[in-house]
Each structure stands twice: as C-alpha cells, then as structure tokens.
C-alpha cells in the first residue's frame, strides 16, 4: 500500500494544475475503486499546496478542546465575537478585537469552527479599552472594551460584510453608522428594560447564553432617572418577599416615557423624575397573597411610577394593576401611547435621528399613499401622514393598535387608518381590493418580514421601499430576496447606533423600483 501511494503521488506531483486534478482523480477512484480513493485523499490531506510538493510529514492540525493556542484576530462577526482562524479554521473568541494577538482557550468544536475563551492579549490593538462597567460584559454589554468610535467603525463593516455576503450586494453602499450626539453618553441611554430574578434571590440581568443572573445593584444602561426607580423597586422586592422572593417573581420590566421631561437628553446635571410603568412578571405557579395591596405599595416607593402591573396571577393570564396601564411620549414633537406590551424604541435620543433619516430616504409626496409595515404605536405613521395624502398602517397586536389609534388623535390626523392584522394577509387584501400603495415602510422584529409580505409587496410595487431594521442578517437576507427578480435595487443603508456597548446593529435602508416595471 505504501508502494502505491509513493508512486502515485509521484505521478502526481508532475501534472499542472494540481488542485483540480487531484479532485477530478479523486472522485473517479472513489467511484471505481475505493481503496485508491482512500489513497487520494490521504495525499490531498497532506499536501503542501504552498509548495505544489507531497510531504507525508505534514498534516492537517486541528484545535481541541481545553488546547490553549495563539491566534491574530482579523475581524468582528455579527453576534460580537472576534474571528481568528487556526490552522484554518474559523475560531470566535468573545472580548477580542481585530489586529490583536491572543492566547485563547478552546471550549467548543462544531463542524468548520471551533469557539474561544480568551486568556491574554499578547499584542492588544489601539481600540481597547479598559470596559467601564466589568459587571455588564457578561449581560449583553459585548463591546464595552472596544472604543466608542471603533465600535461605530465596526457596526458599519459588519452590515456592509452580511449586505455583500447574504444580501448578494456587491457594491452595496453603507453609509457610516451614526453614533449618540456629541456630549451624550454611550452609556444610560434605554427608556425600557427587562431584570430578572434568580432563584437565590438575586436581582439583575440574565449572563448571555445562560440561566444564571447577575446581581446588579443597579443598571449603567438604564436612563438615570429609572435607574434610580431600579434600585427603589429592587430594593422593596427583596424586602417585601425576602428569602422567597426567587419562588414568588420572576421577572419584572421598567418602561420609561424619558421625552415626556426636559432632561431627555441625560446631558443634565439634574435628573428629573420620568412617567415610569413598572410591570412584574409573577413567577409561573406561585401564589402571593394579596397582589392589589402589593402594586398599591409599589406605586408609592418611587416618584414617576404611574402605573403597576402584576401579570400571572392566580394563573397564566391573571393580571392586577393599579394607576395606569399606558405611557405618553413625545418624539420631535408628536405624542405616542405606548401601552406597557407595545414596541417601542429603546433610545429616544437616537429615535429622533432614526426617524428623520428614514423621512430623508422615503422622501414621502403630498400627493402618496403610504404603507407603514408593522407599525406598531404608530411612530413612523405619524410623520408619514403630516408628508403624505394618507398613510396605511398594519399592526398585528392588538394593544399596538389600539395605541396607534390613541396616538393618531393625539396628533389631530386624519389622514392615517390603522388596520389589525399580520402584514402578509392585508398585504393581499390591498392587492385584491387593488388600492394604490406608491411608498412602502417596514419596521419589521428581529426575525425580518414574513416571505409572504416581501411576495405582495413586489406585488404592489411600490416606488421605494424604505426597510428598517434591528437585525442586519435578516435585513440582508430580505433585501437579497425583494432584489432577486430584478424589480428593486439597493440604494443605501444607514445605520444607526441604537445599542451602543453592544454587537446589536440599527439599520434604514433604502430600495427603488427599476425602470417601470
């Protein structure tokens, strides 16, 4: 068998083009003769193909777990993890950035890749930062060691990386990301956030990819003044239940009309007091006793709670509350409700910034009919309708709608019809009833649009599709597919910095219709 294998390597070694030969060789002796194909993939395995020579010597390394290896990391993956390759083969290491040397730790192999734990930076890039809140790397916080700057850097590649790759744009152009204003902090930007409880009685947010919380005495994202409900609320839960307080509550959600006060911004030195809903989640099963008295009494331990909602009691459906069930926000100008189980946006300063950029790009006519996808409390319809003829919006949960609705009067407009529903299906009853769509917005979850509202979308054709979106993968993959028939083109995308200290991407991009069609 040796013999065999000298002499044909030998062969083997003469003919041009080596590569292809040895694949068009292989799949002939393994369909005739499996034992030579097993000889020819002995050879391909240790081939040098930087050298075009056999060397029996040289072999094919492969990490393995618990191996500490030195890797060069030479880019960011969408999810926020350092890529590095080793011996090549696609490494992610989470806390590393491009341009670093670093000696990692394998914890994970899977098919084509393997995942890291850093242990040293050996040779640290320009961009690392000492992170300023140690306790949030492990809670969503993936990129706080990286600079600010850098971090808008990088969110740009990544959605030019995921357009060209999953989008199949080429020469997609992306717009550099827009960051927080100069002289706002990266830091306590959110209106909304969700804490959870461990079953110790620990209070704080889930570590990623895990069960476990960490214990957070309060919360640097938060805008100051829920930080401060934060504390007051955690504080009182830990009181009030005590050593049950794992076995009575789960969770609980802090939601914030932060444009309803001047200090909108946080660039104040003062912090004043927000509308704030605080609504608990009850542990599945438990019973407390008295839930009235206890949303009474959490109304008062904080100025700005104006309403208390506890939901799961006495079963999956019980909910008891006391003052309001809704909020009253402001954005440049207009006022939304925003119930406590409607979408919001988390960052009021860069919503303001996310709605112009989007008006920017639709460039929206007097004259146009205008559909708003997944509209949810209405945030886009409402400056949609102050531009256009009449605006079209389509939400599927119910206490959205019945806020956009809210919100509509709120404005004074006239002109905005919200309809209930998914998008797919009154997608189709607008095509079938043959209305007239001439511009079309979609703010879709993270999950993108359904393939059957991008199908009646191209249907109904509209100039200029305006998509915005949370998740860029799906993004790419939706623009890949309302590009496919040749009917729209990419013109832009802008991201936006919606998450700073995160790997999580805000994007508006821009397609038009080709030609007439």
């Known amino acids: ?21 040895i694949e068009e060789i292989s799949s002939l002796f393994v369909a005739r003769f499996h034992t030579w194909g097993i000889i020819v993939h002995k050879i391909k395995k240790n081939w040098n193909y930087e050298t075009d020579i056999y060397d029996p010597l040289h072999r094919e390394m492969t990490a393995e777990v618990n191996m500490s290896i030195d890797v060069e990391l030479t880019d960011l993956a969408y999810g926020g993890d350092a890529v590095g390759r080793y011996e090549g083969r696609v490494l992610f290491v989470p806390g590393g950035i491009p341009g670093e040397r670093v000696r990692v730790e394998i914890v994970e192999e899977r098919r084509g890749h393997a995942r890291a734990n850093l242990i040293d930076i050996l040779r640290p890039a320009p961009e690392r930062v000492e992170p300023a809140y140690p306790l949030m790397t492990d809670c969503g916080c993936q990129w706080q060691h990286i600079s600010y700057p850098a971090q808008l850097t990088w969110k740009a590649h990544i959605v030019r990386q995921l357009l060209v790759r999953i989008g199949k744009q080429a020469d997609a152009l992306v717009h550099p990301t827009i960051g927080m204003p100069p002289g706002i902090s990266p830091w306590h930007y959110r209106n909304i956030a969700l804490f959870t409880v461990g079953p110790s009685g620990e209070v704080g947010m889930k570590l990623t990819e895990s069960h476990d919380v960490e214990d957070l005495p309060d919360c640097p994202l938060l805008h100051p003044a829920l930080d401060q409900v934060y504390q007051l609320v955690r504080a009182k839960l830990m009181d009030y239940f005590g050593d049950s307080l794992g076995e009575m509550i789960q969770a609980f959600t802090l939601r914030g009309a932060i444009g309803a006060v001047s200090n909108s911004t946080t660039a104040s030195t003062t912090v004043k007091a927000v509308p704030t809903l605080l609504i608990i989640h009850a542990r599945p099963g438990s019973m407390i006793e008295n ?13 700005g709670i104006v309403g208390v909602i506890i939901e799961r009691v006495g079963g999956r459906y019980g909910r008891v509350f006391s003052g309001q069930e809704f909020l009253t926000d402001i954005v440049l100008g207009r006022r939304f409700r925003v119930s406590a189980d409607s979408f919001f946006q988390v960052n009021l300063v860069q919503t303001s910034v996310l709605v112009e950029r989007a008006m920017a790009m639709l460039e929206p006519q007097r004259s146009e009919i205008v559909l708003d996808g997944y509209s949810g409390v ?52 607008l095509h079938y009833r043959r209305e007239r769509v001439d511009l079309a917005l979609v703010d879709p979850p993270r999950a993108g649009c359904h393939p059957k509202a991008l199908q009646a979308l191209q249907v109904l054709s509209p100039r200029s599709i305006c998509y915005v979106s949370c998740d860029p993968s799906t993004l790419a993959r939706d623009i890949a597919t309302l590009c496919s028939t040749g009917r729209y083109r990419l013109v832009a995308a802008q991201p936006i910095d919606m998450f700073p200290q995160t790997y999580h991407i805000e994007c508006v991009a821009l397609l038009t219709r080709v030609g007439n069609r």
């Open 378 to 429: 209405g945030l886009f319809s409402a400056f949609l309708s102050a531009r256009s003829a009449r605006v079209i919006a389509i939400e599927s949960q119910p206490s959205a709608v019945m806020d956009a609705r809210a919100s509509s009067a709120l404005n004074n407009q006239n002109n905005m019809t919200v309809l209930e529903g998914t998008l797919e299906r009154i997608l189709g009853q």
């Open 1 to 21: 068998m040796l013999k065999q294998l000298d002499k044909l390597a030998l062969l083997l070694t003469k003919l041009k083009g080596m590569q292809a030969h």
């Open 291 to 303: 839930p009235q008295q206890l949303s009474q009494e959490l109304m008062t331990i904080a100025p």
